[in-house]
C-alpha cells in the first residue's frame, strides 16, 4: 500500500515497475558490454527463453471469500525466520552496473532483511562488504577452484566475515558460450574486474608471486609487484575500463592488474575437474551450512542428500551456461519430490515478479532467488534501485498470495496451481 499511495501521490518511481521499462531503463544506464554481459545468456539464449516460457505452463488458481486481511510471508531458512522467501542470487562484475557494487546490494538487503548472496567474483572484497553492511544476513557463493589452499582460505574467510552458509555453485566449471561478450570481445576477468576476492586473498597474493617469480612467465607486466597498492590501483583504472567500447581481446587483455594476477586468475578459476569425491573436502573447510547451486536432475538432488548438503539450489544460471538446456521450472517439481522435504530447495531463472515467485513456491521451493532485475535496480539508481526493484517483487508476491485466497506462504501447494 506504501507503493501505491506513493503513486498516487503523482511520484513517478525513479526504478520502473514495469518488467520492460526496468530492462530499458537499465539499457540506457549501461555501457553496450555490461548490459550485454549481464541481459545476455548462452549461445541462442533458448535456455533464457524457456525459463520465461516454462512459467506459461502453471496458473495461480484463486479462491475467494477467505478473510486474507492479515497475511503472512515469513519462511524458515536456514535455521532462522526470514521476512520473506526471497534471496539475491549471487552476480559476480557489479562493478560494471554501479561503482558501489556489493555494497550498495548489501546495504538494500540489510535494510529489507533479505538475504544476500556475496558471490566468489564480487568487486569488493568480503570483509569491506561485511564492513558496510554488518546486519545485512548473508552466504557467501563459492567457484570451486583448483587450488584447495584458496578454496579453504575463501571459505575460512567467509566465516570469519559472518557469512551464513556456503553456496557451492556447479554449473560454471567452464565459461558458458557467451556470444553476446564474444562478438562485442568482452571478458570483464581480464580486465580485472570482480576478481576482488582473489586479489585480497593471501593465498591468492602467494600464487601470484610464485608465478610472477618464474623465469618462464618474465613478462613487461610482471614487473609491477602485486602489493594491496599496486592492487587497488589496477582495480580502480579496471573498474573505469568497464564503460571502454569493443576494441578487440588485445584490448581487453591490456590489463591494468599485472599479468601474473590475471593468468593466475585464469589457472585457479573454477576448475571443470571437479567431481561429487572432492565435496567433502568443503567439510574440512567449514563449518558452516553447504548449499549445492545448479542442481537441476533429480538424480542429483539425491547424490547431494548423500553428500549430506544442508540445501539444493535449483538453477541454471539464468541460462547463461548451456544453450537449450532444461528451464528450471520444469526441473524444480522432481528436485522437491526427490529432497522430501530433507533440506530447503532454493529456486531461481527466470522470476521476474511475485506472481512468478508464487508458482515456484507453490510447486515445492523453499525460498526463490533472483537475478537480473536487482542488477538492473543497481545500475538504474545504486542502492535504492535495488531496494525498489526488491520491494516490488515483495509487494507483488504479498497481493498475488492474498488474492489467491491465501495467508501464508506455507498454503501455497500444487492445489494452488492449474497446469496448462
Ligand atoms: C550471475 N550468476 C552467478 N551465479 C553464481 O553462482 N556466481 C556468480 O558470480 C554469478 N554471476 C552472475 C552475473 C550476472 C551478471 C548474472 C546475470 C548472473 C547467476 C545468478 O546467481 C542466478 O543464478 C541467475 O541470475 C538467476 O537467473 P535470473 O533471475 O537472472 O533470470
Redesign the pocket.
Known sequence: SEIYRAGISGAKPRVPVDLAGLERAARRALSAEAFA????GAGAERT?VA??AAFEHWQVWPRPLRDVSTRDLSIDFLGRRRPTPLLL??????E??HADADLAVARAAASLGIPY?L????SFPMEEVRDAAPDAPRLF?L?WSASDELNASLLRRAEASGCEAI?V?L??HLLGWRTRDLDLAYLPFTRGL?IAQYTSDPVFQQLVRERAGGPKDAGPGDRVRLTPKTVAAGVSIARKGAALTGEGLRASMRSPLPRAAVETFLDVFSTPALTWGDLAKARDWTRLPIIL??IVHPDDASRALDAGVDGV?V??????QIDRSVPTLDALPDVVARVGGRVPVVF?????GGADAVIALALGATAV?????Y?YGLAIAGEEGVREVVRNVVAELDITLGLSGRTAIAELGPDSLRRI
Open positions: 554481459y549481464i541481459a545476455g533464457m525459463n520465461r542470487a549471487p552476480l559476480g562484475v557489479m560494471m552496473a548472496t558471490s566468489n567474483q564480487a557463493q567457484y553456496v555453485t554449473d560454471t570482480g547451486k545448479g539450489w538453477s541454471n544460471h539464468g541460462g547463461r531461481d531463472s527466470g522470476v521476474r532467488a533472483i537475478g537480473r532485475p542488477a
